[in-house]
């Protein structure tokens, strides 16, 4: 999928451009490409601050993907039927690719996936905090598809409009998957819904803890994210946090009163003059200290990844000696 990272020359080759002229011609015509709303593929020179803030980005995505595998695993042996097994496993077996898919996305932009795992599994790298909340019921796995799911749907569509090729790109299909995560954790709740008091209890219940820290998922406001408004200018982000999260919670309620659940939150209403639902105030201090990592989950979430890096560690050792082995003899047969 992202073959043309094959052509891009290292740093060091490539050299700094020979000139302030032809330096400044470079960033002009980045600029020019970024007003006219064009892609920037991996060949193209690009700003050091741009390819950091992708990386940075990227990789913190790809993180999300990967850890956000966990909580939902955790339910692979106790799923309620069959069928919902099957669909669990496919679920989370498309987070596992779309980890994969956006590693390779930020590899084009020169930094390896060596450097990325260690920059996760030392926890200098962030994911996204509502992967540190526990998974307590059966009900959290629907709730997790409807409303993380959710959030992650109204996150990534215009990312499929980002600037750097290679990430928009893999978006599209992204998204894709994400609709059916959203549908099939929304249909898991309307059958409980349909089935007995303690059922319907346990979603309420679920939708109570995970409600709030959804739409603390979206970032901070504008105001406080550091990295916004340079992103928002380069393409990279086409819609603010705030914008975003609006969007998320006016496309919810109706979900949430069709489903029979209540959203726990005494000040949202409707807003007519503006066309919006109000809403109450989000504990972002609560959503730092998990960001920190003293969240419920963070220390297990990261034991279990590099835990299950480390137990890997034989299947990567063999696939290189195999593949060692199997260039030697080509080699030799050729000979
Ligand atoms: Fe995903
Ligand atoms: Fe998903």
């Known amino acids: 999928m992202y073959t043309q990272s094959m052509d891009i020359p290292d740093a060091a080759e490539k050299g700094p451009p020979e000139s302030a002229s032809a330096a400044s011609e470079l960033a002009n015509a980045f600029e020019a490409r970024i007003d006219a709303d064009g892609r920037i593929e991996p060949q193209d020179w690009m700003p050091d601050n741009y390819r950091q803030t992708l990386v940075r980005q990227i990789s913190q995505h790809a993180h999300s993907e990967i850890v956000g595998m966990l909580p939902e695993g955790n339910w692979i042996s106790r799923a309620p039927s069959l069928k919902r097994k099957a669909i669990l496993i496919a679920k989370v077996q498309d987070e596992a ?61 215009p990312l499929c409009r980002c600037s750097y090729g290679p990430y928009a790109r893999a978006m599209v299909r992204v998204c894709k998957e994400e609709s059916f995560h959203q549908r099939q954790g929304y249909e898991a709740l309307l059958v409980m819904m ?23 998922m979206f970032g901070p406001p504008a105001a406080d994210s550091p990295h916004s408004a340079l992103a928002m200018r380069w393409g990279i982000k086409r819609i603010s946090n705030d914008e975003l999260r609006q969007k998320f919670v006016d496309a919810t309620v109706p979900q949430a009163k069709v489903l029979g659940v209540t959203l726990p939150d005494p000040d949202l209403k409707w807003n007519e003059a503006r066309q919006h639902y109000d809403y109450g105030e989000i504990d972002w201090q609560e959503f730092w200290t998990t960001v920190a990592g003293n969240g419920p989950c963070n220390k297990e979430r990261l034991a279990t990844r590099v835990k299950a890096h480390s137990d890997g560690q034989w299947v990567r050792d063999a696939a290189m000696a195999y593949a060692r082995k199997y260039r030697e003899r080509t080699i030799t047969e050729a000979v």
């Open 97 to 157: 690719g779309h980890g994969l898919y956006l590693y390779s996305a930020a590899e084009t932009l020169g930094t390896s996936r060596e450097q990325m795992l260690e920059g996760l599994h030392s926890g200098r790298a962030k994911y996204s905090s509502i992967f540190n909340y526990p998974t307590l019921t059966w009900a959290d796995v629907g709730v997790i598809g409807w409303l993380v799911d959710g959030a992650a749907i109204m996150n990534q569509v």
């Open 194 to 216: 349909k089935g007995t008091d303690e059922q319907r209890a346990m979603v309420q219940d679920a939708t109570n803890r995970y409600w709030w820290k959804c739409l603390a």
